[in-house]
């Protein structure tokens, strides 16, 4: 099973090292890694090429010019040609048995079309700090939009299915895995893995971790909007849908449901059903 480690850079040259360092200790060995730039202004072209000259398990591509991260994600997955693929940040890693770990659920449960893990957050110097508890095995049904988040790194998912759906959006510069994410789902049951298999790196350039809150929150906002339409939802909890964005306070309002206790109670009591008979 070829897994495609897919990899959109954008001025990470002085991290990459550690993200490739990672991919190359990895204990499974059917992989490649694709590697998309999106035009970097540093020195990230001849760092990336330096390390991986004359090993056919990478691929680069260089964008012509800067088109934003949902373009370079896309592109990468363009060119993967791996049954499995995962998106790694260019200033993050994983474990040396997360590729394997990952193959193994997919050998397991037939049925799964994503998996995604814990993730331990590391300081600049990439020191692992805390875990991240509160992501869980989730209750994927058509009101399901992963907010709060709950899915998170290190999400695989198989290129068959990706083929199914529109592909990564190439406008958006934030909210790009949530779209991922939730076009995913639309077609299967995601499975969680309760076990460590992504460092991510806190540093004050990370993409995540720019000041463009509210852009991101917007972002996000219209990514819920975008699956609603496409699922046919036409009102949440007797809310009704509106028919275009125009603010995220709006979006998420519709979304206050699942904050109630019956509403945890009966999801939690689901997922158990799910998880008892394995459906």
Request: charged letters at 30%.
């Amino acid at each position: 099973m070829k897994f495609s480690i897919l990899i959109a850079n954008y001025n990470n040259g002085k991290y990459f090292k550690d993200c490739y360092n990672s991919i190359i200790s990895q204990n499974y060995d059917d992989w490649e890694a694709i590697i998309v730039d999106d035009n970097s202004t540093d020195d990230s072209v001849s760092v990336i090429k330096d390390l991986i000259k004359n090993d056919l398990r990478f691929s680069f591509f260089k964008m012509d010019q800067n088109k934003g991260c949902g373009a370079a994600k896309r592109k990468c997955a363009e060119l993967a040609t791996g049954e499995i693929l995962a998106f790694l940040d260019p200033d993050d890693a994983i474990t040396p048995d997360a590729l394997q770990v990952t193959v193994d659920e997919y050998l397991k449960h037939k049925n799964i079309i994503a998996t995604y893990s814990k993730i331990m957050f590391c300081d600049k110097d990439l020191h692992p700090k805390y875990s991240d508890e509160k992501i869980k095995q989730v209750y994927n049904y058509s009101k399901f939009f992963n907010c709060p988040i709950q899915i998170n790194h290190f999400f695989s998912f198989k290129k068959e299915v990706y083929d199914k759906t529109e592909g990564i959006n190439p406008k958006l510069s934030s909210a790009v895995d949530q779209d991922l994410y939730l076009k995913l789902l639309d077609h299967g049951n995601p499975k969680f893995i309760p076990t460590n298999l992504y460092l991510y790196r806190r540093h004050p350039s990370g993409i995540s971790q720019d000041k463009s809150k509210n852009k991101s929150k917007d972002n996000f906002a219209k990514v819920i909007l975008d699956t609603m339409k496409r699922r046919k939802i036409s009102e949440i909890n007797g809310k009704k849908i509106p028919d275009s964005f125009t603010d995220s306070k709006e979006i998420f309002s519709l979304l206050d449901y699942q904050n109630s206790i019956p509403y945890r109670i009966q999801k939690n009591l689901t997922l158990f059903i799910q998880q008892l008979f394995n459906l």
